[in-house]
Structure formats: structure tokens, C-alpha cells
């Protein structure tokens, strides 16, 4: 069986970033992750940004609501990391009020009902 590792962190009142910083967070993320960059696609919408950057070891999606002053990041890897440590580099770049984590189980009640 394939091992599979996968974080969501959701934050409010963040502060905005451009696209280049984005992309910038994403750099940071990687190398914390100690993941290997195959590809990125990225949008700078009215709306926000998304970045979705394809690893070796799987992908990380970035999507920020300015407007809302909030931002989402899903990771699934498959290979161990330390989610504390991405947590502290949202904190950092984004600097939000209010940051949630989650770490989805797998074959767990909770993410499959």
C-alpha cells in the first residue's frame, strides 16, 4: 500500500500577498517539505491566487480570497513531514488572526463516512 500524507490549513485575517510572494511562500514550502518541483500552474485572479505546484512526491495547493482575508493550503504527500513546521511558515508569510489544521486520517469514520 502506498503511504499517503495529507494536511489542509485554513487561515482569517490575513494579511494580502502579491503573486510573487505566493510564489515566493510556495518556494518556502517545498523546501521545507524537502520536495522535488516537477511543475506549477498559477492564476492571479480578482478574486485571489491559486498555485498548485506538481512534486515529485505528490502536489500543495495554495488559493487566497483577499477580500475575505483568508487562505487555504492542501498538501498530499507521499512521504512523511512535520505539519508544525508548515504551520509556522503560514504564520509567518501570512500572518493570520486565526489559523486551523487538519490532518485527515485515512480509513477513518471521520473522512470516510
Not at 34 to 48: A, F, N, T, W
Not at 57 to 73: C, D, G, K, N
Request: glycine fraction near 4%.
Amino acid at each position: 500500500m502506498v503511504q499517503r500524507f495529507r494536511l489542509i490549513v485554513e487561515a482569517e485575517g490575513c494579511r494580502t500577498l502579491s503573486l510573487k510572494e505566493c510564489s515566493e511562500f510556495m518556494n518556502s514550502l517545498a523546501a521545507t517539505l524537502q520536495v522535488h518541483e516537477v511543475g506549477r500552474l498559477q492564476s492571479d485572479k480578482k478574486h485571489g491566487i491559486t498555485i498548485l505546484m506538481k512534486y515529485l512526491e505528490s502536489s500543495a495547493v495554495l488559493r487566497t480570497w483577499p477580500e475575505h482575508e483568508f487562505m487555504s493550503l492542501d498538501i498530499f504527500l507521499s512521504k512523511e513531514f512535520y505539519p508544525e513546521l508548515v504551520q509556522a511558515l503560514v504564520l509567518h508569510w501570512f500572518e493570520p488572526r486565526d489559523i486551523k489544521t487538519l490532518l485527515p486520517t485515512w480509513g477513518s469514520d471521520e473522512t470516510n463516512p
